[in-house]
């Protein structure tokens, strides 16, 4: 729990006691409040959407996509007919990093950190294969490393 609080530590032995005193301060740790894309549903395509990420205090983000294999797609259903050009050449994974702290936006009385995460979607060699998505974000500052938190989305053409 966040706060300070006192003791004392005594430590004995052959020698003369000795009691030292500690104050010691918890600060919580940062967590993810919510996630989502900048597009309306959970589809990402090439037209450069990205991925918000709010947390309850500055922090750095460490995140990883990664293919839900067996899945189906199908609220993107309607590029369906472009997937096959481009599945062969693309990858099912990515990873990165990521900052809060830049831009902050108020939620009801909340103050929240926003980052904006750019994922590699573009066809050719770098980009990721079309299809059903997980992307896992964990939050790390000096105080520790929070809570991952997960989303689905959709990686279209």
Known sequence: RPGTARGIVSVTGDGAPLSVALTATAAALPAITSM????????????????????????????????????????CRRTVASVRKVRAATSGYARGRGLTGQR????GKRREYE???????????????????RLTVIPANAHGAGAAAAMSLTVTP
């Open 36 to 75: 989502r894309t900048t597009s309306p549903t959970a589809c990402v395509g090439a037209s450069a959407d990205d991925v918000l990420v709010f947390t309850s205090e500055a922090t750095a983000l460490t995140w990883r996509l990664e293919r839900r294999r067996g899945s189906t797609w199908t609220r």
């Open 104 to 107: 902050t936006v108020r939620v």
């Open 115 to 133: 980052a904006r995460l750019p994922l590699p979607v573009r066809s050719g060699r770098h980009g990721l294969r079309p299809g059903a998505y």
